[in-house]
C-alpha cells in the first residue's frame, strides 16, 4: 500500500515536471496549436449547444455573457474571494503542517514507522467522510471547513516531501557540519533548496486537489462561496450559472498558477537550466 | 596547531559486524604545518579526518585544534568540490565566510586572485571539474582557517589541472598560515605537498612512520627530487609501501 502510495506521488513528480508549459506571452509554434485546440473546444461546444438547442446546455457566448453580469453584479467577486481566502489558508497550511511531517518521516526512521500507518489511513479516507466528521466534531463553521480540506491535502504533501527528505545529499550537509554554519542557515541554504522540486511538485497538485475540495467543503456546510452558488444554481436548474462559475474560477485557478507558482519554481530552480 | 589520539574507532561493516578502522593513532602537526597522512586504500583515512573535523563524534579518542582558549576556524575540502548547486560561485564562497561586506569583499578578491572573477556569479553545474574544486579551494580558505583538513581534494583531475591546484594549494597555506592534514593515497603528491608525510598502516590504521620532507618549494610530483625521494622509500620501506597504489603514474589519467 504504501508502495503504491510513494510510487504515485513520484510518477505524479516525474509526470508534472514533464508536463508542457503552457505560458501565455511567448506564443511559439506550440502556443498557436493550444489556442487552436482552445479554440476548437468553444466551436464544438457552440455546435453542440446549437443541435440541442436545450436549457441544460447553453451556448458558450450565453454563458460568456452571463459571466460578465455576475462579475458586475458584485455577487461572483464575493463568492469567488470568499472561496479563494479558504483555498489559500487551507493550501497553506497544509502546505507547512505536511512538509513538517514530511521532513520528519524522511529523516527518523522510528518517526515514519510510528506514522506510516495514519498516512495509509489518511490517503485512504474519501474526502467526504473527512468533510463530515469535521462538521460534526466542529460545527458548521469556516475552522472546520479549513482544516477538513487541509486534512485531505496533508497526506499526499506528507508523502512528496517525505520522498524528497529521504534523498537528501548527506555529502552536503556534511559541509555544512564540517564548516559549522549555524542550524538556520543549514536549513534554509543547504537542506531546504534540496526539498523545492518536492515542495512544487505537492504544491502544484495541491492547488488543484484543494480547489476542488473546498467546492464540495462549501456545498455541504457553508452559505456563502463558489460551492455554495453552485449548489444553488443545481436547485434551480441553472446551468448557465453553473458554468459561468466553474470557468471563472477554473480560470482564476490557471492564472494563479501561471503568475505564481510558476514564475516562483523558475526562480528557485534556475540553477538546473 | 593539531594533537590527535585516537584509542578506537570502529564502525559496522555491510554485515553488520564490527570494523576497527583506526587504533592506537597518535598524529600532531605543529602550527602552519603541512602533514600529509599516506596510506592503502581502506586503512581509515577519510575515517580519521571525519574524526578530526567534527563529523564523526562516535570516537573513543581525544582532539586537540587551534591554541587553546583560541577560536579557531576549521576548513574540510572533500574527494567531490561538494558545492551547493543551487548558489553561485559567490554565494558558495559566502555561505562559510559569512555576509558581511568585508566577508564579501574578501570572498571577491579571493575569487578574483584564484582566476574564478569571470565565473563569480555563474552556477558551480556550469563549470569544469577543475573549476569546482577551484572552489572548493576558495571556500576553504576564505575563512582563513586555522586548520584545513583535505580528503584527496585533486584525485580524478587531469595532471596539468591538479598540479595548478596543488600549486594553488601551496600559495594559499603560505599565505594563511593554516596547519594542513592532508590526506592520500598518492605518495608522490604527498612528497611534493608535505612538510612531514606519515604513514598509516592497512585498518586498524595507525602511525608507522614519519618522514620529514624538506626539499624546496615550489614542488611538483614529477621533479626529479620528488622522484629520488619517491624511489629511496621504496627501497628503503617496501613493507610499508606495499599497499599504496602506484603513485602519480597510474591513477591521474
Known amino acids: 500500500m504504501r508502495g503504491a502510495a510513494d510510487e504515485a ?11 508542457p508549459r503552457l505560458s501565455m506571452p511567448d506564443v511559439g509554434a506550440d502556443g498557436w496549436v493550444r489556442l487552436a485546440s482552445l479554440g476548437g473546444f468553444l466551436l464544438m461546444w457552440h455546435v453542440a449547444a446549437m443541435l ?24 461572483l467577486p464575493l463568492h469567488l474571494g470568499i472561496t479563494l481566502a479558504r483555498v489559500a489558508v487551507s493550501f497553506l ?13 524522511g529523516r527518523w526512521r522510528q ?37 477538513a480540506v487541509a486534512l485531505n491535502k496533508i497526506p499526499t504533501v506528507v508523502v512528496t516531501v517525505r520522498e524528497g527528505a529521504r534523498a537528501i545529499d548527506r555529502g552536503l550537509m556534511q559541509v555544512a557540519q564540517a564548516y559549522r554554519l549555524p542550524r538556520g542557515l543549514t ?11 518536492w515542495l512544487f511538485a505537492s504544491a502544484r497538485s495541491g492547488l488543484s486537489l484543494i480547489w476542488k475540495i473546498v467546492l464540495v467543503v462549501e456545498l455541504l456546510g457553508r452559505s456563502d462561496g463558489i460551492g455554495f452558488q453552485l449548489n444553488m444554481f443545481f436547485q434551480l436548474f441553472d446551468i448557465t450559472g453553473i458554468l459561468a462559475y466553474t470557468l471563472t474560477f477554473a480560470a482564476v485557478v490557471l492564472i494563479v498558477e501561471a503568475v505564481g507558482l510558476r514564475p516562483l519554481e523558475r526562480r528557485l530552480t534556475r540553477w538546473r537550466s | 596547531m593539531l594533537e590527535v589520539t585516537i584509542n578506537r574507532k570502529s564502525y559496522a561493516d555491510r554485515g553488520g559486524r564490527p570494523h576497527v578502522a583506526l587504533a592506537g593513532l597518535e598524529l600532531c602537526a605543529a602550527p602552519g604545518e603541512f602533514v600529509c597522512v599516506v596510506g592503502p586504500s581502506g586503512c581509515g583515512k577519510s575515517t580519521l579526518l571525519n574524526a578530526v573535523g567534527g563529523l564523526d563524534h562516535d570516537v573513543d579518542g581525544r582532539m586537540r585544534i587551534g591554541a587553546p582558549g583560541a577560536s579557531h576556524e576549521t576548513g574540510f575540502m572533500f574527494q567531490d568540490p561538494r558545492l551547493m548547486p543551487w548558489l ?24 578574483r586572485a584564484m582566476e574564478l572573477g569571470d565565473v563569480m556569479h555563474a552556477y558551480p553545474g556550469r563549470l569544469s571539474g577543475g573549476m569546482q574544486r577551484r572552489v572548493a579551494l576558495a571556500r576553504a580558505f576564505v575563512i582563513e582557517p586555522a586548520v584545513l583538513l583535505m580528503d584527496e581534494p585533486f584525485v580524478s583531475l587531469d595532471v596539468p589541472t591538479a598540479n595548478r591546484l596543488r600549486g594553488m594549494l601551496v600559495e594559499l597555506w603560505q599565505r594563511c598560515r593554516s596547519t594542513v592534514l592532508f590526506v592520500t593515497h598518492d605518495l608522490r603528491e604527498a612528497l611534493s605537498l608535505a612538510d612531514r608525510v606519515c604513514f598509516l598502516s592497512p585498518a586498524p590504521g595507525h602511525v608507522v612512520l614519519e618522514l620529514p620532507v624538506d626539499l624546496p618549494r615550489p614542488r611538483s610530483p614529477e621533479d626529479s627530487n620528488v622522484a629520488q625521494l619517491y624511489a629511496r622509500l621504496l627501497a628503503e620501506h617496501p613493507e610499508i609501501l606495499a599497499g599504496l597504489a602506484d603513485g602519480g603514474a597510474g591513477k591521474e589519467q
Open chain 1, 9 to 19: 506521488g513520484v510518477l505524479l513528480m516525474s509526470k508534472l515536471r514533464k508536463a
Open chain 1, 52 to 75: 440541442f438547442d436545450s436549457t441544460t446546455l447553453p451556448a458558450p457566448v450565453v454563458v460568456f455573457r452571463r459571466m460578465l453580469d455576475e462579475m458586475l453584479s458584485g455577487l
Open chain 1, 93 to 105: 497550511l497544509a502546505m507547512v503542517v505536511g512538509t513538517a511531517i514530511g521532513i520528519a518521516m
Open chain 1, 111 to 147: 518517526a515514519d514507522l510510528l506514522l506510516d500507518g495514519w498516512l495509509v489511513l489518511g490517503l485512504n479516507i474519501p474526502a467526504l467522510v473527512t468533510i463530515i466528521l469535521c462538521y460534526v466534531w466542529f460545527g458548521l463553521n469556516d475552522a472546520a471547513a479549513i482544516v
Open chain 1, 187 to 197: 536549513f534554509t541554504r543547504v537542506y531546504l533548496p534540496q526539498l523545492y522540486p
Open chain 2, 88 to 111: 553561485t560561485v559567490l554565494d558558495n564562497v559566502l555561505l562559510v565566510g559569512g555576509q558581511s561586506p568585508e566577508a564579501r569583499e574578501r570572498a571577491i578578491n579571493l575569487l
